[in-house]
């Protein structure tokens, strides 16, 4: 299975200077970066890729705070990397995120929550859909140097 989802550093993310730190995660276990992009959202990408929240009370302020400065956007990919960079996020709030999440260590609250992950797959390929054409996607092999589980 090739399962692959985005992962994006949001601006407060960007602007902490975390980017480096929250790729570094995302190598260390072993997941292979296939696409990677730093970009301003524009509020047409953010109302499809928010497309089940734009009747939600707090979406202007997501809008004004996801279009408040540039994007970090990745594709990663690997054996089950959905549900493994959920786990590796944290709860979208980051007040219950655990220690040693990327929400439990660098985040306090949940309008400022420094990275989005795709909930499932099928999400996931929407998405990448949404944020990647096909040529931005590499398709690259890596058996030396990883730890990830071919399958
Ligand atoms: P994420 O799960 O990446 O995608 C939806 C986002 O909406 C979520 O992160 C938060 O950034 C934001 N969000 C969800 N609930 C609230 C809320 N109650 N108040 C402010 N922002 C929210």
């Known amino acids: 299975v090739r399962e692959r989802t985005l992962i994006a550093v949001k601006p407060d993310g960007v602007q902490r200077r ?3 730190q929250i790729m570094q995660r995302f190598e260390q276990r072993g997941f292979k970066l296939v696409g990677l992009k730093m970009l301003k959202a524009s509020d047409e990408l953010l109302s499809q890729h928010y497309h089940d929240l734009n009747k939600k009370p707090f979406y202007p302020n997501l809008l004004r705070y996801m279009t408040s400065g540039p994007v970090v956007a990745m594709v990663w990919e690997g054996h089950n990397v959905v549900r493994t960079s ?3 996020v944290g709860d ?4 219950e995120a655990h220690p040693g999440t990327v929400r439990g ?3 306090i609250h949940i ?3 420094v990275v989005h992950a795709s909930d499932s797959v099928e999400g996931a390929q929407r998405e990448i859909q949404l944020w990647f054409n096909r040529k931005e996607l590499m398709d690259w092999d890596c058996c030396d140097h990883s730890n990830t589980y071919q399958v």
């Open 86 to 88: 959920r786990m590796m």
């Open 105 to 107: 260590d660098f985040s």
């Open 92 to 95: 979208t709030n980051p007040a």
């Open 111 to 113: 309008s400022r929550n």
């Open 18 to 20: 975390l980017v480096g």
